[in-house]
Every structure is written in structure tokens, then in C-alpha cells.
């Protein structure tokens, strides 16, 4: 009788990983195979259905089956010759994937220009380190697919690819250099993985069809017009990891409606949200200390703005400029206000200014006639008459 139950146990346990085994096949397999199809009829919207679902194993196991020949390819060793640098795709297909290994050394890094012809869509092998500057730049390109072993994106990378909508970076790119994206009119969504520790100089700047950005949290640094001019972008959360927001990094980015700066965040750069005509109000968390110069000037349709404890500088013309700016709620933390900081704020009528602010800069409040008797009063008694 134990016998007999040993034996039903083993099959069981047989049977299980057979299923199991079968699953795990199937699913891979049925992965790739949307994938080849997707790519094969250029479908945008499964590739990027597709690609949302991929992850490193599925990449390898399509790698492995179907990688393009190294007859493809122009390549040479790089400089320690440890690994494989592709210089040219000498191909005549539209799309690429690109092999893991060539005469038995790893494919590390896509050179300057190398991709910089007419091809649909590329994706990327497990070993590939660094993509270098201008690798795609100008070319055809509407589909990427960026393996989580590429450890920067170099600048102008896909510079000027106006035909790129699909972008997938997986986890583990830890930096975008600058002008990576640059004007690549057509895309539309971009996630930046959590292992991204710093977006460059005008990264994505002029991508005026983006208009879903996810910005991961882990993300370290945003620099100087990361996302300006990205003018379909309607909205942004600002994860906490990041403690500063560089110059113009969303310039003109005039439908953005919706705004989260999450606590963590200490300073906003000179014109970050410039032009942002979409902004109605906007919350600054207490972490932050700085409001930069013109960092909100020409907001046209804020109403209302309120600002936690613990902002301590307001910079020049900060707010200048927006028209209709009604309520601005300033904590006692608040020691300066920078010259213009509401210049030409037509329909403010209520502000509190902090009992124990030190400097109010020239020309603050001018052209604010609607600004209550208290306030006036309490200007007045701080020495303040110029409205």
C-alpha cells in the first residue's frame, strides 16, 4: 500500500513539472511570437503592447532563436578586445535583432552612427553596455527595445528620429545623456526605469507628441531642459527621489494640467514650468527651499498656489506674469521675496506676507491693483510701497 502511494506521489510530482515546464514554454514562446508577427506587419500599437511585456528572459530566449546574422553587420573588438563594437548594419532587413555574441565575443556597444539608416525597429541583446553618441541619430527608427544591461544612453543617440513612437527601456540604463531623445516628434510614452540615476541636458526636449511621461522613483537628477517643449504633455509626478529640478526642465510644456512634486524635492531651478498655460494650481512640498527665478512666469491660467513650510527663497519673477493668480498662501518660513516675484499678477487679491520676512525685492507686487487693504497696509507698515 506505501508503495502504491510513493509511486501516485511521484507522478504527481512529475506531472507538475511537466505542466509547469509546458506553461513556462508556452508563454515565452507565445511572447515571441506576437512579437515576430507584430514586427513583421510594422503593427506600432502591438509592438508596444508586446514590448510592455517583456522582460530580460523573454529578450534572451528571443535573442537566442532569432538574432540576425553577423553578416548584418560591420563591427570590430574595442580596445581592450574583450568585446564587439557593431559599427555599420549592412542589412537589408527592416528589423533588427541583435545577436548576443559574434565569432565567440560579446556584442558590448553600439557605435557612432551605426544605425543611422532606414530600419523599423531594433532590439537589443544582454550584453550590450553603452549605446554611443549619435548610435540611431536621424535614421528611420519607429521601434527600440533597450536591454537592462546597457549602462548609459549616450547623447544625440536617437536624435532626430521623427519616426520613433516606441520606446522600452528595461530596468537597469542608469543614465540618459544629453539630447539622447531630442525632437523624436512622434513618441508618445516614455517610462524611465527606476535604476535611471540621472536624465540629461534636454534629454527629451522637443518630443511635442509626449504625452505620457513616468518618471520611476529611484530617479536621481533631472538636468537643464530635460522635457521642454514637450507641449502635448498633460501631466508629471516628480518622484521624491529627486532633490533637484534643473533649469527649464519643462519650458513650455504649455498643456501640462496636472503637477505632484512629492515631498523630497529642495530645489526648483530658474524657469522650470515657464509657460505652462495648463497648470491651474500647484502645491510646492516643505522640502523644497528655493523656488527659482521665473520658475513659474507666464502661467497663464494658475489660480492658485500654495506653498508648504520650509520654502525660504522665492526668486525673481517667479511668478510674474501670472494673469490669473487669485490666492498665493506663503508660509512664516518664507525670508525673501525676489524682485518682480508677482509682477503683473493682475487678479491676486490675497497673499499673506510672513511677519518675519527679510528682503521684498523691487517691483514685487506691481501691477497687482486688486491686492486687499490688509495686505497694502501690512506692505506699507514693513516699509514696502509699490504696487
Not at 537589443?124 to 519607429?142: E, H, R
Not at 522637443?206 to 505620457?212: D, P, R, V
Not at 492658485?304 to 487669485?326: M, Q, T, W, Y
Amino acid at each position: 500500500m506505501r508503495n502504491k502511494k510513493g509511486i501516485v506521489s511521484r507522478l504527481l510530482v512529475v506531472l507538475v513539472l511537466i505542466i509547469s515546464t509546458f506553461l513556462i514554454f508556452s508563454c515565452g514562446k507565445d511572447t515571441k511570437t506576437k512579437l515576430l508577427d507584430a514586427l513583421n506587419s510594422n503593427d506600432l500599437n502591438a509592438i508596444e503592447k508586446v514590448f510592455s511585456e517583456m522582460d530580460e528572459n523573454s529578450l534572451n530566449q528571443l535573442v537566442a532563436e532569432n538574432a540576425n546574422s553577423p553578416k548584418d553587420f560591420s563591427y570590430d573588438l574595442n580596445n581592450n578586445e574583450t568585446g564587439v563594437i557593431i559599427t555599420r548594419y549592412t542589412g537589408d532587413k527592416e528589423n533588427v535583432i541583435l545577436p548576443a555574441e559574434i565569432e565567440g565575443y560579446p556584442v558590448v556597444e553600439i557605435g557612432q552612427g551605426a544605425f543611422s539608416c532606414s530600419i523599423n525597429t531594433v532590439i537589443l541583446s544582454s550584453n550590450v553596455k553603452s549605446i554611443d553618441n549619435g548610435a540611431f541619430a536621424g535614421g528611420g527608427l519607429t521601434s527600440v527595445l533597450i536591454s537592462p544591461s546597457v549602462v548609459k544612453i549616450g547623447s544625440n543617440a536617437f536624435y532626430d528620429c521623427k519616426n520613433l513612437v516606441n520606446v522600452k527601456i528595461l530596468p537597469g540604463v542608469k543614465e540618459i545623456d544629453y539630447s539622447a531623445f531630442f525632437s523624436c516628434k512622434n513618441l508618445t510614452s516614455i517610462t524611465i526605469p527606476s535604476s535611471v540615476i540621472k536624465i540629461g541636458k534636454s534629454a527629451f526636449a522637443y518630443c511635442e507628441n509626449l504625452i505620457n511621461l513616468e518618471i520611476s522613483e529611484g530617479v536621481k537628477e533631472i538636468e537643464d531642459s530635460a522635457f521642454s517643449f514637450c507641449k502635448s504633455l498633460t501631466s508629471v509626478v516628480i518622484p521624491s527621489s529627486i532633490t533637484k529640478l534643473g533649469n527649464s526642465t519643462f519650458y513650455l510644456c504649455e498643456n501640462l494640467a496636472d503637477l505632484e512634486i512629492s515631498p523630497g524635492v529642495k530645489q526648483i531651478g530658474a524657469q522650470s514650468f515657464t509657460s505652462c498655460n495648463g497648470l491651474t494650481s500647484v502645491v510646492i512640498p516643505s522640502s523644497v527651499l528655493t523656488i527659482e527665478d521665473m520658475s513659474f512666469e507666464g502661467c497663464k491660467n494658475l489660480v492658485d498656489v500654495k506653498i508648504l513650510s520650509g520654502v525660504k527663497i522665492i526668486g525673481r519673477k517667479a511668478f510674474a506674469l501670472c494673469d490669473n493668480l487669485e490666492i498665493v498662501e506663503l508660509p512664516e518660513t518664507v525670508e525673501k521675496l525676489g524682485e518682480q516675484a508677482f509682477v503683473r499678477c493682475g487678479n491676486l487679491h490675497t497673499i499673506n506676507i510672513p511677519e518675519n520676512i527679510k528682503e521684498i525685492g523691487i517691483d514685487c507686487f506691481n501691477g497687482t491693483g486688486k491686492l486687499s487693504l490688509t495686505t497694502r497696509k501690512q506692505l506699507k507698515k514693513m516699509g514696502y510701497d509699490s504696487f
